[in-house]
């Protein structure tokens, strides 16, 4: 049987690096894998004079999650240091000198969302579908989003969004500004490379310096959410919730 298509796609477009999730086997979900290849190609973006980067996904969707069929996490250490590889990646995104631009497609569900809300710009097609929906593993949000989500829509919406797991379309997504624009289905990727370039054309010194700004304070939630996360991993309730998604049934928590 040939084996799935796991790869980050990279295109360069003058100053602007376009980086694609490229799993289509599961909808371009944030596999360990994944998170490991766009680490290093942001790195190597860096690196090779890269003013502006846009992230997106392949074959109509921008990414579905976390692929929970690679979460067989034991124990709260696995979890720990799962966290602790994700977050490099996280504090690339967020501290990095380079301003990020997402072009959305399609589901932009969990890690989808929040590799979403790390970005600067947020383009999103008509066709675009956003929630958190972490806790219907079991999870609470990771990757940054119980910080990022409340800087885009304020604390009042990020928690409906995080405790009811709410899907939301392009439109009303727009309108909590979740995204920053919406165009026709198929032109997220067009509109968020004239974003990028025009970013590109910046000083990027203070670019890279307003990013710091804006990200103070990502430090010390991360820290939080490795703590809270792993011990998420290691509960009844996480167990029942990858089994009750894989099995595609309702979850049963019992708390534990």
Not at 38 to 54: D, N, P, Q, Y
Not at 123 to 147: N, P, Q, S, T
Not at 158 to 171: E, F, G, I, M, N
């Amino acid at each position: 049987m040939q084996e799935s298509v796991m790869r980050i796609r990279r295109d360069r477009d003058g100053d602007v690096l376009v980086l694609t999730l490229d799993y289509p086997a599961r909808r371009n979900a944030l596999a360990m894998p994944l998170r490991r290849e766009l680490e290093e190609a942001l790195e190597e973006a860096a690196e090779s004079g890269v003013r502006a980067v846009v992230l997106t996904g392949a074959e109509g969707h921008f990414c579905s999650g976390g692929d929970i069929s690679g979460m067989d996490v034991r124990g709260l250490l696995e979890g720990r240091e799962r966290m602790r590889r994700t977050h490099r990646l996280v504090r690339l995104m967020a501290f990095g000198g380079m301003p990020l631009v997402a072009a959305v497609e399609g589901w932009c569900v969990g890690a989808g969302l929040s590799l979403a809300c790390l970005c600067d710009t947020v383009i999103a097609g008509e066709d675009a579908r956003l929630a958190a929906g972490f806790g219907k593993i079991g999870l609470m949000a990771d990757l940054g989003l119980a910080f990022t989500l409340p800087q885009r829509v304020g604390v009042a919406k990020a928690r409906q969004l995080l405790l009811y797991h709410r899907q939301l379309s392009a439109a009303e997504a727009l309108a909590i500004d979740l995204v920053d624009e919406v165009v026709p289905t198929g032109q997220a990727l067009t509109v968020a490379l004239e974003r990028a370039r025009f970013l590109a054309e910046q000083a990027p010194a203070p670019l890279a310096l307003t990013r710091q700004m804006l990200a103070q304070g990502l430090h010390e939630a991360l820290e939080m959410e490795r703590h809270f996360q792993a011990a998420l991993f290691a509960t009844a309730d996480f167990r029942e919730g990858r089994q009750a998604f894989l099995e595609k049934r309702p979850p049963r928590f019992s708390g534990g």
